[in-house]
């Protein structure tokens, strides 16, 4: 699933924001100092304001380097992004993206990006009530759990062929060991991905 959204990126107006998946640390620190895992969500808009795909990439850091890098795959060069004002967005512009910054309330932050928080609500409820949390390895199969949540997002319009589609990618797919997915250090995912 992550491999078929893989192919578009996000275009039109876009609302991009960091979110933090994982139960909560006793002592630990809330936002972005959080151990929590670190997730950049981008989803676009119609011309209405109306969601129409999503994206999550999970992240080592929010930091400038990462994001900028996952924003380049996720997102189409000449799209509209709204982010809220943390800093490590501002050089959006210089990288061929109309940015808008978001420099508001708590409040209007949640009002400004009302659907993409809703989204990432939704993406946490999944989580938490299907996988029933991440449990005791914290995320390790987190991107797979947030590529199914986007593939189905990009196709709720048509829940009758999801199914159909999911057997095409699967049989389209090369064969994927438990290892491939989850040990990256000794498998290249590069020529897989290709092959795919």
């Given amino acids: ?9 996000l275009d039109g107006l876009v ?12 002592g630990g620190c809330r936002g972005r100092g959080t151990s929590k895992n670190k997730v950049l969500v981008g989803l ?19 930091d400038r380097t990462h994001l900028e890098q996952a924003i380049g795959e996720m997102v189409a060069p000449g799209a509209m992004v709204k982010t809220d004002g ?15 910054r978001i420099i ?10 009302r659907w993409l928080h809703v989204t990432v609500s939704n993406a946490k409820a999944l989580i938490g009530g299907t996988y029933h949390g991440l449990g005791r390895q914290g995320g390790k199969h987190l991107q797979a ?7 189905r997002f990009g196709r709720r319009h048509r829940p009758d062929l999801i199914f ?9 797919c090369p064969i994927w060991t438990y290892r491939d997915i989850v040990d ?8 897989k991905l290709q092959a795919a």
């Fill in 1 to 9: 699933m992550g491999r078929r959204d893989g192919r578009y990126t």
């Fill in 15 to 26: 609302e991009l924001d960091e979110s933090f998946f994982g139960a909560p640390k006793e």
């Fill in 44 to 62: 676009s808009l119609t011309a209405e304001g109306k969601p129409r795909h999503v994206r999550f990439k999970v992240l080592p850091r929010i």
């Fill in 86 to 100: 943390l800093r490590s967005y501002l050089s959006l512009g210089g990288k061929g993206f109309i940015h808008q």
């Fill in 104 to 113: 508001a309330k708590d409040q209007d932050i949640l009002e400004e990006l």
């Fill in 145 to 151: 759990y947030l590529d199914e949540y986007a593939y």
């Fill in 164 to 172: 159909d589609r999911c057997v095409l990618a699967v049989a389209t």
């Fill in 184 to 191: 990256t250090k000794t498998v290249c995912m590069k020529s």
